[in-house]
Structure formats: C-alpha cells, structure tokens
C-alpha cells in the first residue's frame, strides 16, 4: 500500500510562489501516475497536474499551464509541485494522489478524483492579493 504524505502549504501574496511535496513509497515503479489535486470548499477536486512515473509524460490543467511544473526527484521518492506566479484563485487544499493508468490517461485531462484511490491528508494554500 502506497503512501503519501503531501507538505509545504503557507500563505504567499500574489506573485510568489511555493513548491509542494509529496512523499511516499514506489514512486521509483514505473506505471504510476502521480497527481496533483486541488479543493476550495464546496467543490469537487480539480487536478492541475499528473506526470507518469517512468517515462515522464505530463497533465497540466488550462489555469495553471506555464505557472505551475511537476516533476520528481529520481534521487527519492518525492514528487514536487512548483507553483510560481501564484494568484488569489489558486487558494485551495492542495493533495497529492497515485494510481496506476497508463501515459496516455495520465498525461490526458480525463482522470478525475474518482480513478485514484491514494491519497495525502492535504496541504492549504493561501493565496493574498
């Protein structure tokens, strides 16, 4: 059983950036599709970005394409989420989920919350203008 324990939430004013982790077990198999997930209260989880363990292949969501990069560090087992030019509305609960689908759907905008069944507890971020 995957693992995952997401971090590095905090309030940042608009124009900055974080970079979240995601920590966990097996992110060195390839066939895993590592996420990022995001929730404002009241809605359902949105994922702004994916990347396919292995060979590389990448999901950005239209809202943060150009801001926002994914990427792990081959050394570990930790995914990180680079988030820069940061914006009011990219204010949410940030989680980081795994499951394993092919390159193709990982780096696709189909998968929702509903195809991945790990999860980290969730790291806040807070965005002021």
């Known amino acids: 059983q995957v693992q995952l324990v997401d971090y590095g939430g905090g309030s940042v004013q608009a124009g900055g950036s974080l970079t979240l982790s995601c920590a966990g077990a097996?992110?060195?198999?390839?066939?895993?599709?590592m996420a990022w997930f995001r929730q404002i209260p009241g809605k359902g989880r949105e994922r702004v970005a994916s990347?396919?363990?292995?060979?590389?292949?990448?999901y950005y969501a239209d809202s943060v394409k150009g801001r926002f990069t994914i990427y792990p560090d081959n050394a570990s087992t930790t995914i990180y989420l680079q988030m820069n030019s940061l914006k009011p509305e990219d204010s949410a609960m940030y989680f980081c989920?795994?499951?394993?689908?092919?390159?193709?759907?990982?780096?696709?905008?189909?998968?929702?919350?509903?195809?991945?069944?790990?999860w980290g507890r969730g790291t806040q971020v807070t965005v002021s203008s």
């Open positions: 990347i396919y363990i292995g060979r590389g292949g990448t």
């Open positions: 097996l992110y060195s198999e390839s066939g895993y599709c």
């Open positions: 989920a795994a499951d394993h689908w092919s390159e193709e759907y990982c780096s696709g905008g189909s998968l929702t919350e509903d195809d991945f069944d790990t």
